[in-house]
């Protein structure tokens, strides 16, 4: 979880194809902000200003003949709002006062 002035976000990524001579194009999203399938040649992506929400970042690779990844690489992950509070933090320093 991240904090709601950590709304910025880098992915980086790599697909492997030795049909591909190191040619490897990939498809990402990010839901629920961008629900369709974007294609990139990069192998990274960062993602700014990032409202507070749950998100699930999508990538899979295909290579030079169009074949693309059966399963993509997934990360879910959620920026809290800033009203949101921090409970593992308040009890951490609740238990250091003892």
């Given at each position: 979880?991240?904090?709601?002035?950590?709304?910025?976000?880098?992915?980086?990524?790599?697909g492997?194809?030795?049909?591909?001579?190191?040619?490897?194009?990939?498809?990402?999203?990010?839901?629920?902000?961008?629900?369709?399938?974007?294609?990139?040649?990069?192998?990274?992506?960062?993602?700014?200003?990032?409202?507070?929400?749950?998100?699930?970042?999508?990538?899979r690779?295909?290579?030079?003949?169009?074949?693309?990844s059966?399963?993509?690489?997934?990360?879910?992950?959620?920026?809290?709002s800033i009203?949101?509070?921090?409970?593992?933090?308040?009890?951490?320093?609740?238990?250091?006062?003892?």
């Amino acid at each position: 979880m991240l904090e709601y002035n950590e709304n910025t976000v880098n992915f980086e990524y790599s697909g492997i194809s030795y049909k591909s001579n190191g040619k490897v194009r990939y498809e990402y999203r990010l839901l629920p902000s961008v629900p369709e399938w974007l294609q990139t040649h990069n192998d990274s992506l960062t993602f700014n200003n990032l409202k507070p929400e749950k998100y699930t970042f999508e990538v899979r690779a295909i290579d030079a003949i169009g074949n693309v990844s059966k399963m993509p690489a997934q990360v879910n992950f959620e920026v809290k709002s800033i009203t949101q509070k921090s409970y593992g933090l308040e009890c951490s320093l609740y238990l250091q006062h003892f």
